[in-house]
């Protein structure tokens, strides 16, 4: 079992209520109410023995990725971005929710979610030919074929695992991942047919987000950005608390 402190426990709970308290700036991009939201999950479920052991990971691997505080700070930390980003995506394409699995436990949203994380603004995705030829082993699809899987199952993964976009929001993933090995082709492939169950203008608004086109590299960007200044405000306010409960002790100490 990892043991934490009363005080960073503590601190993490006023972290996630001080963050909806906390006025923002008229330019700032950070949606407060999702931040919090978000942050709350995160401290219940990414410091957990439990939470990595559903998955399938051996207590060994768990007590080497939790066994220290920085560690822990950059779990937290790697939570909110990508937990932030999957809840962005799911708010500006809603019916996402009901599009349903491309494998049992493994929803098709959490693909594009991740295509969206790990497609650089720059990248010639080519996903559209690579969706219409559906050969998953052509040039077209070479770039999706590796971001949209490692390639290995994620029990062999190590200790490396807050990198991982499945690891963080979507637990049942990672099972469904393992399942098939990390097989980037059979993955890819479940993709592809997925997509083909979508409605036109889904199909549409998907290409729109993972496709060449400028204004997909800037939806890409604007989202990615956005999720980075949310774990920026969130250890932001972090800091602000601990400072003010130093201070009071200070405070304390000198009866005032």
């Not at 007590?63 to 962005?88: D, M, P």
């Not at 995506?89 to 436990?105: A, D, R, V």
């Not at 098939?180 to 479940?190: P, T």
Request: with cysteine; proline share 2%; charged share 20%.
């Amino acid at each position: 079992m990892i043991n934490f402190t009363v005080k960073s426990l503590i601190a993490l709970v006023v972290t996630s209520s001080a963050l909806l308290l906390t006025p923002m700036r008229s330019d700032a991009q950070v949606n407060i109410n999702r931040l919090a939201q978000v942050a709350k999950s995160c401290q219940e479920d990414i410091l957990s023995y439990n939470y990595y052991k559903r998955m399938g990971f051996n207590t060994t691997t768990i007590n080497e990725y939790l066994k220290n505080s920085y560690t822990q700070q950059q779990a937290i930390g790697s939570c909110i971005f990508f937990r932030y980003h999957y809840s962005l995506i799911l708010t500006k394409y809603p019916w996402l929710n009901s599009t349903g699995e491309i494998l049992p436990g493994y929803p098709g949203s959490v693909v594009v979610a991740t295509l969206v994380n790990l497609f650089d603004s720059t990248d010639k995705t080519s996903i559209l030919d690579c969706i219409a030829n559906q050969d998953v082993s052509s040039q077209e699809c070479s770039l999706t074929r590796s971001k949209i899987s490692n390639g290995i199952s994620f029990r062999d993964m190590g200790r490396d695992l807050n990198r991982s976009y499945k690891v963080n929001v979507c637990p049942s993933c990672v099972v469904a991942h393992n399942e098939v090995s990390g097989s980037r082709e059979e993955i890819l492939k479940a993709f592809i047919k997925w997509f083909f169950t979508l409605e036109k203008t889904q199909r549409r608004e998907l290409i729109s987000l993972l496709g060449d086109g400028e204004q997909a590299h800037e939806l890409r960007l604007v989202i990615i950005d956005e999720s980075i200044a949310a774990g920026k405000k969130y250890w932001e306010v972090r800091q602000g608390v601990e400072e003010q409960e130093q201070e009071q002790r200070r405070q304390e100490l000198l009866g005032n």
